[in-house]
C-alpha cells in the first residue's frame, strides 16, 4: 500500500491503495462516495414523499432543487423537459455535492481532478447528438454540420470538441484552484481569513455545478433545434 499526501496538484496523485495492476486513489473513492449519497440521499427522502400541505423539510428542499432544475430547462426548450431533467439534474447534483463537502478535513473534490471532469464533459460529448438525433433524425441532424455551407463541417466538427474540452478544463481549473489556494491560506494565515475563503469555495462550487449544467442544456437545445426553428424563432 502506497499513500502519497494530501497536499498534491491531483487527487488521482493520493494513491490510497496500490496492488498489482490495482491502484485505488482519492478521485476513486470520493466519486464513490458523492454517487453513495445521492443514492441513499434520494431514497431516504423519496421513501415518505406526501402530497399534504405540510411536508418535511427534505421533501420541501428536494421540490425546490427539482422545480429550479426544472424552470432553468424549461427556458431553454419549449418542449421536452422530462426528457432532459434526468441527465442535466444528475450532472448538476453531482457536481454540487463533489464541491459542497470541501469544508471537511481530509475531502478532496473529485471534480478537482481533470479525470472526472473530463469524464463529465465526454458524457455531455455524446449526449448532445444522442439527443438531437432522437429530436431531429439522423440525416436532419447531421445536416446542421453542413449549414450553411459545406465548407463549414470541419469548423462544426472542432467546435464540438473544442467545448467539450472547455467544459473539463473550466470545472477543473476552478476548483483545482480553490483547493489550492486554502491550502496554502490554512498554512500560513490565521484562522478567520481561510474561513471566509472556504465560505466563498462553497458558492463557488455552487456557481460551477450550475453553469457546467446550463451549458449542457445549452449545448443539447442546440441540437434538438432544428434549422428551420432558428430560422422562425421570432425576433
Same mark, same amino acid.
Given at each position: 500500500?502506497?499513500? +502519497?499526501?494530501?497536499?498534491?496538484? /491531483?487527487?488521482?496523485? %493520493? =494513491?490510497?491503495?496500490?496492488? /498489482?495492476?490495482?491502484?485505488?486513489?482519492?478521485?476513486?473513492?470520493?466519486?464513490?462516495?458523492?454517487?453513495?449519497?445521492?443514492?441513499?440521499? /434520494?431514497?431516504?427522502?423519496?421513501?415518505?414523499?406526501?402530497?399534504?400541505? $405540510? !411536508?418535511?423539510?427534505?421533501?420541501?428542499?428536494?421540490?425546490?432543487? +427539482?422545480?429550479?432544475?426544472?424552470?432553468?430547462?424549461?427556458?431553454? #426548450?419549449?418542449?421536452? #423537459?422530462?426528457?432532459?431533467?434526468?441527465?442535466?439534474?444528475?450532472?448538476?447534483?453531482?457536481? !454540487?455535492?463533489?464541491?459542497?463537502? $470541501?469544508? =471537511?478535513?481530509?475531502?478532496?473534490?473529485? @471534480?478537482?481532478?481533470?479525470?472526472?471532469?473530463?469524464?463529465? /464533459?465526454?458524457?455531455?460529448?455524446?449526449?448532445?447528438?444522442?439527443?438531437?438525433?432522437?429530436?431531429?433524425?439522423?440525416?436532419?441532424?447531421?445536416?446542421?454540420?453542413?449549414?450553411?455551407?459545406?465548407?463549414?463541417?470541419?469548423?462544426? +466538427? &472542432?467546435?464540438?470538441?473544442?467545448?467539450?474540452?472547455?467544459?473539463?478544463?473550466?470545472?477543473?481549473?476552478?476548483?483545482?484552484?480553490?483547493? *489550492? %489556494?486554502?491550502?496554502?491560506?490554512?498554512?500560513? @494565515?490565521?484562522?478567520?481569513?481561510?474561513? #471566509? &475563503?472556504?465560505?466563498?469555495?462553497?458558492?463557488?462550487? !455552487?456557481?460551477?455545478?450550475?453553469?457546467?449544467?446550463?451549458? $449542457?442544456?445549452?449545448? =443539447?437545445?442546440?441540437? @434538438?433545434?432544428?434549422?428551420?426553428? @432558428?430560422?422562425? *424563432?421570432?425576433?
Amino acid at each position: 500500500m502506497e499513500v +502519497v499526501a494530501i497536499n498534491q496538484i /491531483s487527487p488521482d496523485q %493520493v =494513491i490510497l491503495f496500490a496492488w /498489482s495492476f490495482v491502484t485505488i486513489n482519492a478521485t476513486l473513492v470520493y466519486s464513490w462516495l458523492i454517487m453513495a449519497l445521492l443514492v441513499i440521499g /434520494s431514497l431516504l427522502v423519496t421513501r415518505n414523499l406526501s402530497t399534504d400541505r $405540510t !411536508l418535511s423539510r427534505w421533501q420541501n428542499l428536494m421540490e425546490v432543487i +427539482v422545480a429550479g432544475i426544472r424552470s432553468e430547462i424549461g427556458d431553454m #426548450v419549449k418542449e421536452g #423537459v422530462n426528457t432532459y431533467f434526468p441527465f442535466v439534474g444528475t450532472l448538476f447534483l453531482f457536481i !454540487l455535492a463533489s464541491n459542497l463537502f $470541501t469544508f =471537511i478535513p481530509g475531502y478532496v473534490a473529485p @471534480t478537482s481532478s481533470l479525470t472526472t471532469t473530463a469524464a463529465l /464533459s465526454i458524457m455531455v460529448f455524446f449526449a448532445v447528438p444522442m439527443y438531437g438525433i432522437a429530436k431531429q433524425g439522423v440525416l436532419e441532424y447531421l445536416k446542421e454540420y453542413f449549414r450553411p455551407t459545406f465548407i463549414f463541417f470541419p469548423f462544426h +466538427v &472542432m467546435g464540438e470538441f473544442s467545448r467539450t474540452l472547455a467544459l473539463a478544463v473550466r470545472l477543473f481549473g476552478n476548483l483545482m484552484s480553490h483547493e *489550492k %489556494v486554502i491550502a496554502i491560506l490554512l498554512a500560513v @494565515t490565521p484562522l478567520f481569513f481561510p474561513v #471566509v &475563503m472556504q465560505i466563498l469555495g462553497l458558492l463557488i462550487g !455552487l456557481i460551477q455545478a450550475y453553469i457546467f449544467a446550463i451549458l $449542457t442544456m445549452v449545448y =443539447i437545445a442546440s441540437a @434538438t433545434q432544428s434549422h428551420e426553428e @432558428t430560422e422562425h *424563432k421570432p425576433k
